[in-house]
């Protein structure tokens, strides 16, 4: 009889609850709604707040547009302007730039040099000039330097390469060049 008794025990439990109005289901269907758009919105956020650090932390840093010209004459300069890496860029007291820059020579030595760009403001006409233009110790000559200022309208219209130069590791384990690419030789290139 016992388990009658706990039967009905619970029976009368039940029909003591009051039962919701449709009012009340409604109340809380709106409130569960609620909470999962909550839920959704705050999930959405996060997302977009750690897409937004790793976009931030893979994008490139922009450098000025002195750089972009001075990295341009470079890359005019250089015999083989394929293989410049810009390791490093100083701006100097006198107001000069200096970059240090590693690039294959025409003997297929890899070498690395400096190369200073100075700029100045023409008063005639308002436009930044170079001023001075040296590959290592040597200077530009002054009839190519005024070649090279008459073009800075182009430069200027056209894209420039503005990135930050990233810097070569400090240790020479984790310096990795190329060595091999000129000392493969391939047999079927050779012809009897």
Known sequence: MDEKEEISKEATIEDQKPKQTLAEKLKEQKKAARKK?????LLYGFLALFAYIVWFL??????????????S????TVPYPSSIHV????NKRDGSMLLWYTHTDAFGEYRMENFICKFRVNQKTGITELAE????????DPQRLAFLNNAMIYFAENPLILTWPTALPDSIGDLKLETDKFRKVNLSD???
């Open 87 to 90: 390791s490093e860029l100083k």
């Open 58 to 71: 893979f994008k490139p840093f922009k450098a000025s547009a002195e750089y972009g010209i001075c990295r």
């Open 37 to 41: 758009a909550i839920k959704r919105s």
């Open 73 to 76: 004459v470079l890359e005019l």
């Open 133 to 140: 233009v040296k590959m290592g110790k040597v200077a530009m």
């Open 190 to 192: 050779i012809k009897k």
